[in-house]
């Protein structure tokens, strides 16, 4: 998938999975520019153990304001990041039909999938970095996420690196 073509919105964790590692810059190198919505951005900044540039400061990632009066009764236990990412995925899917979710939790993945979304989560895009040689080693920056205790299945990086780290 040659992702420079989609139209990318993120949710947050990608965001702050990719600077946990310090590949934050993988985003721009694959996507060219990426959306999120106001309610990622509030995420993002209301901060945690993981060190994230503010996104108004980073010339890539553009600000859309939320989408107001959601009624979709899938998406009314999501929080509002993973909500207002998959909103902004329909409304974009629906007037150019090139929208790329950035999302990691499962249940939003599967929303996501259901309203006919293409999605890519943080191991994807360390995959898509490793074949377009922007990472030496897939596995390592992986496993480096597990230890900034944020959780993929072992499983799934161990299938991923069979493929990709040859």
Same mark, same amino acid.
Do not use: H
């Given at each position: ?74 998406? *009314?236990? #999501?929080? !509002? ?8 995925? +329909? %409304? &974009?899917?629906?007037?150019?039909? /090139? ?43 992986? *496993?480096? #996420?597990? !230890? ?8 799934? +990086? %161990? &299938?991923?690196?069979?493929?990709? /780290?040859?």
């Amino acid at each position: 998938m040659n992702s420079k073509k989609y139209n990318v919105i993120s949710n947050t964790t990608p965001i702050i999975a990719l600077a946990s590692i310090g590949k934050l810059e993988l985003i721009p190198k694959l996507f060219k520019e990426i959306s999120i919505a106001e309610a990622v951005r509030d995420e993002i900044k209301a901060g945690g153990r993981i060190k994230v540039p503010s996104p108004e400061k980073i010339e890539w990632i553009k600000i859309k304001q939320n989408v107001t009066g959601i009624k979709d009764k899938l998406l *009314l236990d #999501l929080d !509002e990041g993973e909500k207002q990412t998959i909103v902004m995925g +329909i %409304e &974009a899917d629906a007037s150019t039909g /090139d929208c790329l979710l950035l999302i990691d939790e499962r249940k939003g993945r599967k929303i996501a999938l259901s309203k006919g979304l293409m999605i890519k989560g943080t191991l994807g895009i360390l995959a898509d970095a490793k074949r377009r040689g922007l990472i030496d080693d897939f596995k390592t920056n992986a *496993l480096r #996420l597990l !230890e900034n205790n944020l959780y993929y299945d072992l499983r799934l +990086i %161990e &299938a991923i690196s069979r493929e990709v /780290d040859k």
